[in-house]
């Protein structure tokens, strides 16, 4: 990593779950094991207290859901083996392809940082065993709502710029508004957020929207800047974001 003026450096905040890696995909593992182990009316009942936590804590927690879910389950063995699977899932797997990569070629032009919703178990866990936290060389920030830590990021990670990319496109907005200009939103059209979000109204809309996370490494990454980052992709209104994501949405 070069040493870099914090003056004029540009850092780039990376969501984990359906930005770097597919996590929808882990879902999908975790509720056929669900259902394997624990049958139609047990998947149904880890992933009812699995949204009541989500709702509760405003971010998602597969283990304090699955700590609910011991709950009259004490004697099955299957309970136990069932953290190991989570613990043990090969997250390494589900990077998305170019993720890597793309970090690596971020490393050439800025500060890559992780910056991630979640609990303080997990989703470390998920970081490191997905290979990420290494190719990040540690810089991982997980909040319960990196939303309202801004000026923490800013103060641990000084920069001229900031780049965060994301594949909840209201998140993004949230974010833009609190920090203006010297932000640049990234809307990373992948997993059920992404799918969630079309034809909803976004504003302030992306600065940019892109397919996959690799499609980042493909632009002229050394101009981002507080205006130059979009000669990339032309700025993007709410109408037209919203007409993007839906176009995305029906040729899937």
């Known amino acids: 990593m070069l040493n870099r003026d914090p003056a004029t450096d540009v850092v780039f905040l990376l969501d984990v779950d359906n930005t770097l890696l597919d996590n929808d995909r882990f879902k999908s593992d975790l509720d056929a094991r669900l259902q394997r182990d624990f049958g139609t009316d047990g998947r149904a009942a880890y992933w009812a207290l ?3 936590e ?3 804590l405003g971010y998602a927690d597969y283990l304090a859901a699955l700590q609910a879910f011991r709950e009259g389950r004490e004697d099955d063995p299957d309970l136990l083996r ?4 989570m613990l043990g899932y090969p997250f390494a797997e589900r990077v998305y ?3 890597l990569e793309t970090v690596e070629r971020l490393h050439e032009l800025g500060t890559p940082v992780i910056l991630s ?3 303080v178990v997990f989703q470390p866990r998920k970081v490191q065993r997905s290979g990420l936290w290494d190719a990040l060389q540690g810089r991982v920030l997980i ?4 939303q309202h830590m801004l000026d923490a990021v800013q103060r641990r990670y000084p920069a001229r710029h900031y780049v965060m990319v994301d594949d909840k496109p209201r998140l993004l907005a949230a974010m833009k508004s609190a920090m203006g200009e010297r932000l640049t939103t990234v809307f990373v ?4 957020y992404a799918d969630e979000a079309a034809g909803q ?3 302030p809309a992306p600065d940019m929207a892109i397919d996959d996370i690799a499609e980042l490494s493909t632009f002229d990454l050394q101009q981002f800047g507080p205006r130059a980052c979009l000669q990339a992709v032309p700025a993007m209104t709410a109408s037209a974001a919203t007409a993007s994501t839906s176009q995305q949405q029906e040729s899937k």
């Open 201 to 203: 109204p976004i504003d």
């Open 82 to 85: 069932m953290s190991g699977y």
């Open 143 to 146: 909040y319960l709502h990196k």
């Open 189 to 192: 059209r992948q997993g059920h």
């Open 97 to 99: 392809p170019g993720a």
């Open 50 to 52: 699995y949204e009541s």
């Open 54 to 56: 989500r709702v509760r």
């Open 117 to 119: 919703d979640g609990d």
